[in-house]
């Protein structure tokens, strides 16, 4: 079956400094993949996504690369803001159900 | 993309008893799913909701306990029957469109 597996946090940054976050994935077939964003107290947001290998997703400064040889969509952001905190998860689903399988989240927090 | 809205936003119960929660889409969409987020925990999908069939539920949730009904392409319902403490979570409905799922605002649900 479809699993994420997601570094784990929580992380903790200056502001502007380099944010990476790893996730790699076990999937039968060609999975899209998925990077949600949960602020606090908030809802859960899509921040990006990729369809196919190669493709890169971006959104509000964050990058994240489908890489099919690696099995990986790590999230990167190269200047972090204090309004970056929040709980990030990773999730892939296949094509044609929709279906998510999401990582365990990962809890940046980002000082000032 | 799709607004969802939930109902309640969030709610105390107690033991025993038992709660249904509405979602609301904005638009006619086919694909709508219910998802669990426990205290601290990942998202786990509890089953995709079939309007004019009955709901698909993923390994380790059944139909007597979380009965879902989806009369028309816009709404749903999620019952959480006989609560027990272990029920205390956020319920999340989603809907896939467009290639994307998007999240509604989720119902927080304590159990005492």
């Known amino acids: 079956g479809n699993s994420v597996t997601q570094m784990e946090g929580p992380v903790t940054l200056s502001e502007e400094a380099f944010l990476t976050i790893n996730c790699t994935y076990t999937?039968?077939?060609?999975?899209?993949l998925f990077w949600y964003v949960q602020y606090p107290g908030e809802g859960l947001q899509l921040l990006l996504k990729?369809?196919?290998?190669?493709d890169k997703g971006s959104n509000k400064g964050f990058e994240a690369t489908y890489r099919k040889e690696t099995t990986s969509f790590h999230l990167e952001k190269g200047s972090v803001q204090v309004s970056d905190s929040a709980v990030y998860f990773c999730?892939?689903?296949?094509?044609?159900?929709?279906?998510?399988?999401f990582g365990a989240g990962t809890t940046v927090t980002v000082r000032a | 993309s799709a607004v969802i809205s939930q109902k309640p936003s969030r709610d105390i119960c107690q033991r025993g008893t038992s709660l249904t929660i509405q979602c609301q889409v904005d638009?006619?969409?086919?694909?709508m799913f219910w998802y669990r987020q426990q205290p601290g925990q990942s998202l786990t999908l509890i089953a995709t909701?079939?309007?004019?069939?009955?709901?698909?539920?993923e390994s380790g949730f059944v139909i007597d306990k979380f009965p879902i009904s989806r009369p028309n392409l816009t709404f749903s319902t999620l019952t959480v029957s006989n609560m027990s403490p272990e029920d205390s979570s956020i319920y999340l409905c989603?809907?896939?469109?467009?290639?994307?799922?998007?999240f509604g605002p989720g119902t927080r649900l304590t159990v005492t």
């Open positions: 638009s006619q969409v086919t694909m």
């Open positions: 990729a369809t196919k290998a190669d």
């Open positions: 999730a892939l689903s296949d094509h044609d159900d929709y279906k998510l399988s």
């Open positions: 989603s809907v896939a469109e467009t290639g994307t799922v998007y």
């Open positions: 909701a079939n309007q004019g069939s009955e709901a698909t539920y």
């Open positions: 999937a039968t077939g060609y999975p899209s």
